[in-house]
T-cell receptor, first 112, second 115 residues
Framework: GENVEQHPSTLSVQEGDSAVIKCTYS??????FPWYKQELGKRPQLIID?????GEKKDQRIAVTLNKTAKHFSLHITETQPEDSAVYFC???????????FGTGTRLLVSP | DTEVTQTPKHLVMGMTNKKSLKCEQH?????MYWYKQKAKKPPELMFV???????INESVPSRFSPECPNSSLLNLHLHALQPEDSALYLC??????????????FGPGTRLTVL
């Protein structure tokens, strides 16, 4: 089955800096890669996703890149703000198979 | 309505109790999910319902019994739980489209404590 590794486990940045979180997956059949943000005590919320027919997707300060050959995908947050502080989870899934496999999570702390 | 709701928010139960968790969505989604999330860990898939039929059971112990009475409701019946079952139980839903993958919307979760 699918296995998703995520690094780093914790990331501390200063406000205004960029943050990068990286994930690798094992199943070459996976073709959908969402990123979820989970604040303490709250539900996971989708912040951006990418499908395997696209190499990069951007939404304001957030971007995701996908390298299918290397089975890597990354989340990039620019101009970080304290409200970006949360746990971020990457995930991978295969088309027609409604199973998300999550990475282990990255705790992002943005200091003012 | 673009939310998944869950009740109760918190539940404390003894190991001999029987309780149920409830999940509801009115987005017309035909796939619904139960996840278990321990502290500082990612959500782990337990069950998937597709068109009100159980399509995935991730080898979950029988003390957890899911039920999908209709396309908007999903229940998780709990019986004879163990303290290690204490966790946040998350419900999610998504559209079910052949050949594609669709965003899963999560509910706020039920925080379960088993004494």
């Amino acid at each position: 089955g699918e296995n998703v590794e995520q690094h780093p486990s914790t990331l501390s940045v200063q406000e205004g800096d960029s943050a990068v979180i990286k994930c690798t997956y094992s199943d070459s059949a996976s073709n959908y890669f969402p990123w979820y943000k989970q604040e303490l005590g709250k539900r996971p919320q989708l912040i951006i996703d990418i499908r395997s027919n696209v190499g990069e997707k951007k939404d304001q300060r957030i971007a995701v890149t996908l390298n299918k050959t290397a089975k890597h995908f990354s989340l990039h947050i620019t101009e970080t703000q304290p409200e970006d502080s949360a746990v971020y989870f990457c995930a991978a899934a295969s088309s027609g198979f409604q199973k998300l496999v999550f990475g282990t999570g990255t705790r992002l702390l943005v200091s003012p | 309505d673009t939310e998944v709701t869950q009740t109760p928010k918190h539940l404390v139960m003894g190991m001999t109790n029987k309780k149920s968790l409830k999940c509801e969505q009115h987005m017309g989604h035909r796939a619904m999910y139960w996840y278990k999330q321990k502290a500082k860990k990612p959500p782990e898939l337990m069950f998937v319902y597709s068109y009100e039929k159980l399509s995935i059971n991730e080898s979950v112990p029988s003390r957890f019994s899911p039920e999908c009475p209709n396309s908007s409701l999903l229940n998780l019946h709990l019986h004879a739980l163990q303290p290690e079952d204490s966790a946040l139980y998350l419900c999610a839903s998504s559209q079910e489209l052949t050949g594609g993958y669709n965003e899963q919307f999560f509910g706020p979760g039920t925080r379960l404590t088993v004494l």
